[in-house]
C-alpha cells in the first residue's frame, strides 16, 4: 500500500508557519487530502514513487512558505503513515490528549476531498480504517471514558479565568455549536453568537436562548467578559485598535486557524489570549499522568495497522 504524509505539527513549527503552509495547500494538485488542524497540516498522498512525491511536495511548499525549511518537516511512509494517521485520529498526537474534535476534522477532509476529486483506493483505505480504528479506540478504552473533551476543556479554562461571564462566540461552526450545548448544560446563560449567516444559525440560537448578532457585532467585542473565536477569516476580525473605550474582556481564545484575532492584543495586560497551542499547556499535568495507558493504546493501534496493511496487500494481489 504505497502512501505517505508530509506535515508540521505544534511540536515542530510554530503557529504562524502553519498557517502559511495550511494556506499553500489549499492549491495542490489531486489526489492528496489535506488534514489541516489546529495543531497541524498534513498532506497525505499516494504514488508508484513516494520518495520522489514527497520531494515535489516538499519543494512546491519551501517556495510559498519562506525559511519553512528551517523547521521539522515530517515524513512517514506505508505502514508508518498508517500508523500515524490512526494515532492522529485518536487524538494522541494532539497537544490536548485525547481531544474529541480531531475524529470529525480527519472525517471532515476526507468527505470534502473524495467528493471534489478522484482519490487512488490506498487513499480511500487509509482514512476508512483509521476512522474505523479511531472510533474503535475511543469506545473500548478508559482513557476516552472521562470528559476530556475539548469543549470541556474550554469550560474549565473559562470557569479557572473568569467564573461567571457574559460571553461573544464568534462563528456559527461545529465546535463553537459543541461549546456552547456544553456551556448550556453546565448552567452557562449569558452567551452571544455572531456569525455572517443570520438564517442558518437562528434555529440553534432559538433552542438554547442566545442572543444572535451579525458580524458587525464583533467591533464590540471589548464589551464582553470572554471571546470565543472558532471561524474562518483571511483577515484579523479583532484587532486592539478596533475600540479606543476601556473594556471588560479579560479572556480571549483564538481556535481558528489561520488566527482570527490579531496576537498583538495579548499587549493588554488585563487580558488573556490564547490559541489552541497555548490552551494545551493548561492540561500538561494530565496527559503525563495517563502516559501508561496511551502505550496501551498504540500498541493496539500498532497491531491493528499490521492486520490491516497485510489484509490490503493480500486483497492487491488477489485483484491481479
Known amino acids: ?106 472525517k471532515l477532509a476526507y468527505e470534502e476531498t473524495r467528493l471534489q476529486q478522484h482519490l487512488s483506493a490506498p487513499l480511500h483505505y487509509l482514512f476508512q480504517k483509521a476512522l474505523k480504528l479511531g472510533k474503535t479506540v475511543r469506545s473500548t478504552f478508559p482513557l476516552f471514558q472521562t470528559s476530556f473533551h475539548l469543549e470541556g476543556m474550554i469550560y474549565q479554562l473559562v470557569e479557572t479565568i473568569l467564573g461567571t461571564s457574559d460571553l461573544l462566540f464568534i462563528g456559527n461552526s461545529d465546535i463553537n455549536r459543541k461549546m456552547i450545548h456544553y456551556f448550556w448544560r453546565k448552567g452557562k446563560r449569558q452567551m452571544t453568537l455572531c456569525t455572517r449567516d443570520l438564517a442558518s444559525a437562528e434555529p440553534f440560537a432559538l433552542d438554547y436562548q442566545l442572543t444572535l448578532k451579525d458580524r458587525s457585532e464583533i467591533k464590540n467585542w471589548h464589551q464582553y467578559d470572554g471571546v470565543i473565536a472558532a471561524t474562518y477569516s483571511d483577515e484579523y476580525l479583532m484587532t486592539p485598535l478596533m475600540t479606543t473605550r476601556p473594556g471588560c474582556t479579560r479572556l480571549i481564545l483564538d481556535l481558528s486557524v489561520p488566527r482570527c484575532v490579531d496576537p498583538s492584543c495579548q499587549t493588554n495586560p488585563q487580558l488573556t489570549l490564547l490559541n489552541m497551542e497555548q490552551i494545551g499547556t493548561f492540561f500538561e499535568s494530565y496527559c503525563s499522568q495517563r502516559l501508561s495507558e496511551v502505550e496501551s493504546i498504540k500498541n493496539f493501534l500498532q497491531a491493528s495497522v499490521e492486520k490491516y496493511t497485510a489484509l490490503y496487500e493480500k486483497k492487491s494481489l488477489i485483484a491481479h
Open 1 to 106: 500500500m504505497r502512501i505517505g504524509v508530509l506535515g508540521i505539527n505544534y511540536k515542530s513549527a510554530p503557529l504562524d508557519l502553519r498557517e502559511k503552509i495550511a494556506e499553500a495547500c489549499r492549491h495542490l494538485s489531486p489526489n492528496k487530502i489535506v488534514l489541516s488542524t489546529c495543531y497541524r497540516t498534513e498532506v497525505y498522498f499516494s504514488q508508484d514513487d513516494l520518495a520522489e512525491a514527497q520531494s515535489e511536495l516538499f519543494y512546491y511548499l519551501k517556495k510559498r512558505a519562506p525559511h519553512s525549511q528551517e523547521y521539522g518537516f515530517y515524513t512517514f511512509f506505508d505502514a508508518e503513515c498508517f500508523f500515524h494517521l490512526a494515532c492522529v485520529t485518536a487524538g494522541l498526537d494532539s497537544a490536548m490528549l485525547a481531544e474529541s474534535d480531531v475524529q470529525r476534522q480527519v
